[in-house]
């Protein structure tokens, strides 16, 4: 630190103080003993304080504008609703519906123009409707558009669907490896079976053989209200278990339910009876 800046210093301070002791008539005594006071050696030592003191106002900005780590993004996943062409992509808490270029007229009409609610959850074996494993988000889907996105408040990893008042489940699917369940293709086809029927409140479809719907009186007719209830508790459902005894087999739902399948002669699993009445007993005991 140079000479001049130091004596300037000085200067200012002893200037300062004698104004302050003239504002009484007794401070005015005291009037310009300051400069005999302020040694040299006491001068260097205010100095230095004063520079510390400007170093210090220059630094603590600095240092609290140093960048730090942005948050981890959150977990990124996707899924595809192949029966209704829409394609789900969860990023973090940003949900973002896709139609595909061969999505099926009907799914095109059904979403455009209208509004449209994304429900979210957290837990695929908790009953749908329970607001402790649910989020729903209302948005108008712009016609013309083909993707539309929906900012939910906190996680919903697991499963996601679109409805459409009075129309029901436009579209519906789970989120690979989102919840815990059994593997293997038997599984898969109890999964997408109940994919299916959630949305469609149709038993009988792909997964499905003749033998299982041979009760079924009326397909592809408007389902009932009962339908509608029997289909809705599958639309979380996903297979927990799974039991193989020679051509016949049997998944177990997170729902309780039984499918029990058959092995075709082209190799083929295909649903053939729901519930426990019927089941073989060894496949019984293994689930």
């Known amino acids: 630190m140079s000479e001049d800046f130091i004596s300037g210093l000085h200067d200012d301070l002893v200037e300062a103080m004698d104004r302050y002791e003239r504002r009484s008539p007794r401070g005015r005594l005291a009037a310009g003993r300051y400069p005999r006071l302020l040694k040299p ?116 990893s697991s499963w996601c669907r679109l409805d459409r008042q009075p129309v029901g489940i436009v579209a519906f699917v789970r989120f690979p490896d989102a919840s815990p369940g059994a593997k293997g293709p038997i599984a898969e086809i109890g999964n997408n079976w109940a994919r299916l029927f959630a949305s469609s409140a149709q038993a009988c479809n792909a997964y499905t053989r003749g033998t299982a719907c041979e009760g079924v009186t009326c397909r592809g007719c408007k389902p009932s209200k009962k339908a509608w209830q029997w289909a809705e508790a599958h639309l979380t459902a996903t297979v927990q278990k799974t039991a193989v005894s020679g051509d016949r087999a049997a998944a177990k739902l997170s729902n309780g339910n039984v499918l029990q399948l058959r092995r075709s002669a082209s190799g083929e699993w295909l649903i053939d009876g729901f519930g426990e009445f019927g089941l073989p007993a060894e496949l019984r005991r293994k689930l």
């Open 41 to 156: 050696a006491t001068l260097a030592r205010v100095a230095a304080g004063a520079a510390l003191i400007v170093a210090l106002v220059v630094t603590v900005p600095w240092e609290s504008d140093v960048e730090r780590p942005a948050a981890p993004p959150g977990k990124k996943v996707a899924a595809t609703d192949v029966e209704h062409g829409v394609r789900f992509s969860l990023d973090g808490r940003v949900l973002t519906v896709q139609l595909l270029p061969d999505s099926p007229g009907r799914t095109v009409r059904t979403v455009s123009g209208a509004e449209i609610s994304a429900t979210c959850g957290t837990n695929v074996t908790t009953s749908p409707g329970d607001p402790r494993s649910e989020t729903t988000l209302f948005r108008r889907w712009p016609a013309g558009q083909t993707s539309l996105s929906y900012r939910f408040p906190r996680d919903v």
